[in-house]
């Protein structure tokens, strides 16, 4: 087969050098993300290094001509990457990489190869830990603490950076998987994103999913967590419409007020809310918007229980547990309390054996702030789970 390789050619001089570490290290490793070492060739006065020839373009020239990459790119750019450092990580002597980075991140002919192993070390043999660029180092890696955590953290870091190039609307899901405090091995990260692959199309997670927010006391803002909660997953990149299903008119009352919302082809728009108003015609079907609708129960329990997932709302007041439904327990069932009130939510945590989410102090339900983005964050990532 007519492979092109490049001969490196390395004076002895210099033998403890980078470059004849990263040969030694890559002479007998084999994984298609790796650049191939064919051969270490020596004579009196050099080393010579046969080597793959790589064509293409770092992921950093790429980001630069070509500004971004889909998402289903980034999870394929994810799923190598990983299965390389499963590989490495994997190895009777483990490899610690080191260096990931977007400049060391190959495009080349369809396929990923990571290049410059020159600070690779290997794990039992008790190597310090060292580090090419600051910005994509852990603190145990800027400590010297060779780990394989510290690739899993700099990768997130350079996949990070991708996504944040593309122009497509923000995926939670990637989010999720971007996140550096959870210490998880590289296997399990190829796991994921696999899982997260083979449901891009899935439509279930984006398309006739019902959230339904129900509340077990009236006056304690189901209305306003529903439409926040709408506003945050179409601000995140779902399309989410809001649903009356409490015949309460809580949003015609809003929209009777201010005149900055607008209407086209039944659906009401306000900054990142969508809600979806049926024409009131004598229509044989009446068919709805796809997307996800965030149903407002107020305290309709039977209606919530019709949907995929369900937000539970207590109130802060004094209560007894046989005051909470039992859909409250559900698997699909997550609980806010509102108002927010530390000890009573303490309280009800202690009771279900689950997490309880203290609803922040807020005056508008279509904006994003950043209290309710990592709450509402944190339950449709325990959903995605």
């Known amino acids: 087969m007519n492979h092109k390789r490049v001969v490196k050619r390395l004076p002895k001089a210099n033998g403890d050098s980078t470059s004849m570490r990263e040969a030694k290290l890559l002479l007998n490793l084999r994984h298609p993300n790796i650049p191939i070492l064919y051969d270490l060739e020596e004579d009196e006065d050099y080393y010579y290094m046969v080597e793959e020839y790589i064509v293409g373009e770092s992921m950093a020239d790429y980001l630069y001509l070509h500004q971004s990459i889909s998402h289903r790119q980034l999870v394929k750019v994810a799923i190598e990457l990983y299965d390389l450092l499963e590989f490495l990580h994997g190895l009777a002597n483990p490899i610690c990489y080191q260096d990931m980075k977007l400049e060391h991140i190959y495009l080349s002919n369809g396929r990923i190869v990571l290049i410059d192993y020159g ?3 290997y794990l039992r043999d008790n190597e310090n830990s060292t ?3 600051i910005s994509y180092a852990s603190k145990a890696q800027l400590a010297g603490k060779c780990d394989t955590s510290n690739d899993i953290f700099s990768t997130k870091e350079a996949l ?10 923000r995926d939670i899901r990637i989010e999720r998987r971007l996140r550096t405090e959870e210490k998880v091995s590289a296997a399990e990260e190829k796991k994921a994103w696999i899982f997260l ?76 809310f969508r809600a979806f108003r049926r024409s009131g015609e004598a229509v044989l079907e009446e068919i709805p918007p796809s997307g996800l609708y965030i ?55 202690k009771i279900l054996g689950k997490a309880v989410y203290a609803f922040p102090m807020d005056e508008d339900p279509f904006s994003i702030s950043r209290k309710k983005d990592k709450i509402f964050r944190r339950i449709i990532n325990g959903w995605l789970d």
């Open 197 to 272: 692959n083979e449901n891009m199309n899935n439509k279930k997670k984006h398309l006739d999913v019902k959230i339904g927010v129900v509340g077990n006391d009236t006056g304690i803002g189901v209305s306003h967590i529903a439409m926040s909660l709408c506003s945050y997953l179409n601000n995140a990149g779902f399309v989410s419409y809001y649903e009356d299903s409490c015949d309460e008119g809580t949003l015609e009352k809003i929209i009777a007020k201010d005149r900055s919302f607008y209407e086209k082809d039944n659906i009401i728009y306000h900054d990142c």
């Open 295 to 349: 149903r407002d129960c107020g305290t309709k329990v039977e209606r919530a229980k019709e949907c995929d997932y369900i937000v539970y709302v207590v109130s802060s007041r004094a209560y007894k547990n046989n005051e909470l439904h039992k859909i409250v327990r559900m698997n699909n069932t997550k609980v806010i309390i509102n108002p927010a009130q530390i000890r009573v939510g303490v309280d009800v945590a």
């Open 131 to 133: 580090y090419g660029t």
């Open 160 to 169: 990070r950076r991708i996504y944040d190039s593309s122009e497509e609307k």
């Open 119 to 121: 600070i690779s070390a």
